[in-house]
């Protein structure tokens, strides 16, 4: 495919409309007489800001961009590249991928191969540069406030314990980065997202604070810290959240957006009072992580069909359901993003919006405003849509509602807090939804847990014992099987687990399983149907994923009750 021409700056800023011929005559002028670059003069005449500049050539070049000035930035990657290097070049350090060892640097001239070759000299042959495009003046501004500062959790602990003043913070006093408790919670957010947490843990105590990441699902606790720390770390994150400072005994919740590694990355934050504080919790919700393709949802062959047979249903209702942290908002949104198309118009009502996404109306639930689930529903059902999202089923208004959507030409999808799918339906009875409206509009439910997968790089294999062939479902006469165990190495922080997957089943809802859900049959009678017809549990599932060396039996085990296999 031939290369797409590139631009002159000025032809592609009348292009877009962000210039007239008259600006562009006026700066050519001036460069003649100074030599000057053109985007630099246009910056300097105020005829464009340097974000439009930037995106310009970001766009002309093919190169990705960065806006420095809402930027978390990495003590790692400042430490690798002196101040004076970076003030010769115009470059800036902004982050360091420890795993893929690459350096993120932003460049006002991504072409410069004099910078390029110092620079990758400096960091050495194991680490390799990725240039970013970023206006002159951010560089600047960014070497002026990050250098000369401590930006490591351990410097800024130490700065706001001895009380030492460096001459640079006090020259740049009214700056608010100048400040060690503003660095040291953009260093805390920063640590968390580079160790993949979904959650970060304030939690006071008596005597001091701890602080906890739940990483692959499992809290850990991370520093603890003195008592005399959180008053102050409790106002600067009720700050970045739009929280009430002066409020500390009742619960709040706020939202803060940062960018890190080029990436958005949102925090929703909850303060909830406790004997010994405010304990606050930040949910860390990576944009960039949060929709994953259909098929890289984990599911085998024969499930990814019957998931694509059920998603072509034209009206009815689709169920996620499991406990708190088990995925299920992350298999909707990649279920949403598959079906997402000019054609339809798809509406979600969400408590709160967690990703946004393009071309779908997108609407956070807000009972201050009797913006409530029930209500949100009524709204929605006059906007005339083909697909509507329902955050979560709570109560029989929601699920009356839900259910009159999937019944009037609509396919719904939303959540329900139940241990298994076949458990929905008398979660749903229990709620206040009627069997015969249940019949006929429940297209399937998919029932799903997060489990942790082995480290690749330190997994040990063994032969599976008597017990565990049983759990296995493994005959007596089948061959030897080598299954694997968590052991522990520096790539996964000794922890033996790296990452998560999820584990599901799904049940489709035929004819026959209708009439029985219709004729208020038992669970265990319509688990019996389900089963004949290729049902799978979830616990067939996760075996599958020991015995194919992604995860371990203990975790499955954790996870889903395997007791019954014993049996």
Known sequence: MAEKPKLPLGSLLIQKGVISEDQLRIALIEQKRTGEPLGKLLISLGFVTDATIREALSENLG????????????????KMISKEVAKRYKVFPVVYNKNQRTLMLAMSDTSN???????????????????ML?????????IDQYYGFELSIDGILHEIETGEITEQSLKTVSDEYSQPLVRLMDAILADAVQQNASDIHFEPEQFFLRIRYRIDGILRQIRSLHKNYWPAMAVRLKVMSNMNIAETRAPQDGRISIRFSGRQIDFRASAQPTAHGENVVLRILDRAKGIVPLDGLGLDEDALTMLKLMLAR???????TGPTGSGKTTTLYSILNHINTESVNIMTLEDPVEYPMNMIRQTSVNESVKMGFANGIRSMMRQDPDIILIGEIRDDETAEMAFSAAMTGHQVYSTLHTNSAIG???????????????????????????????????????????????????????????????????RCDHQGYKGRM???ELLKINSELDDLIARRETVREIRKAALSNGFRPLA?????????????LDEISRVVDL???LV
């Open 63 to 78: 190169q990705q961009s960065t806006d420095l000035s809402n930027m978390v930035i990495d003590a790692t990657a400042l």
């Open 113 to 131: 191969i004099v910078a390029l070759d110092q620079i990758n000299a400096m960091i050495g042959k194991e680490s390799t540069l990725t240039p």
């Open 134 to 142: 970023a206006s002159e003046s951010d560089i600047n501004k960014a």
């Open 314 to 320: 034209p009206e009815g209702i689709i169920l996620i």
């Open 424 to 490: 929905a339906i008398p979660r749903l009875q229990d709620i206040g939804i009627l069997p015969d409206i249940m019949a006929g509009n429940i297209i399937g439910i998919v029932a799903q847990r997060l489990i942790r997968r082995l480290c690749p790089h330190c997994k040990q294999g063994e032969a599976a014992g008597e017990i565990e062939r049983r759990l296995l479902g493994l005959h007596t006469d089948a061959p030897e099987t080598v299954i694997y165990r968590a052991v522990g190495c520096d």
């Open 502 to 504: 999820s584990i599901m």
């Open 540 to 552: 067939d599932d996760g075996v599958r994923r020991v015995l194919d060396g992604s995860t371990s």
């Open 563 to 565: 007791t019954d296999r």
